[in-house]
C-alpha cells in the first residue's frame, strides 16, 4: 500500500517547538517538543481525514541534515491535511512506508489517537541536539 509521506525538517521542528521544553530539561531526552508537534498534527489530521487512517514515523537523513517523515495510510484519507500550522513541511511523496516505520496515530475524520504498538507502548521523538547512530536523533518508547 503506498501512503503520503510528509517531510519536516529536524531545525524546523526544533525551532518551532523548543518553546515546549522546561527549563533545564535535555532537549536530547525531553520530548515535551515532540508532543506539542504530535498534538497539533492530530488536531489537523482529524479535522481534514475523509475516512480512517494509521500514521507512523521514522528519521531520515545524514550528519548534514534529518527529517521527520510522517506516513499516511492509505493517502486518500489525509489528502486534504495541510501540515503548516503544525510545522512548515520540507517535502512530501506518495510511495510505501519504510518496514521500520513507528506507530504515531490512528485517525478518522473528527478523532485521532496516539498509536500503541503491541504491548501498549508509545513513541515519541526527541527533538534535541543529534544522539543516537551517526547523529541520528532517535526515538524513545514511552511504556
Not at 523548543?18 to 515535551?32: F, M, N, V
Not at 506539542?36 to 507512523?56: I, M, V, Y
Not at 514515523?57 to 500550522?85: F, H, I, K
Not at 512530501?92 to 504498538?117: F, I, N, Q, S
Request: charged letters at 25%; proline letters at 13%; hydrophobic letters at 45%.
Amino acid at each position: 500500500m503506498t501512503a503520503r509521506i510528509v517531510l519536516f525538517a529536524l531545525e524546523d521542528l526544533r525551532a518551532r517547538h523548543a518553546s515546549a521544553l522546561p527549563p533545564g530539561a535535555d532537549p536530547r531526552h525531553d520530548t515535551a517538543p515532540f508532543r506539542r508537534f504530535r498534538a497539533a498534527l492530530l488536531d489537523l489530521a482529524a479535522a481534514a481525514a475523509t475516512g480512517p487512517a494509521e500514521l507512523s514515523m521514522w528519521w531520515e537523513g545524514t550528519y548534514n541534515g534529518y527529517v521527520l517523515a510522517v506516513a499516511a495510510e492509505p493517502a486518500e484519507a489525509l489528502e486534504a491535511l495541510d501540515p503548516s500550522p503544525a510545522c512548515p513541511p520540507d517535502g512530501e511523496r506518495v510511495a510505501p512506508p519504510r518496514a521500520d516505520r513507528y506507530p504515531l496515530a490512528r485517525v478518522e475524520p473528527g478523532r485521532a489517537a496516539v498509536a500503541r504498538d503491541p504491548d501498549g507502548a508509545t513513541y515519541e521523538a526527541p527533538f534535541g541536539s543529534a544522539s543516537g547512530h551517526f547523529g541520528a536523533p532517535g526515538m524513545r518508547r514511552i511504556p
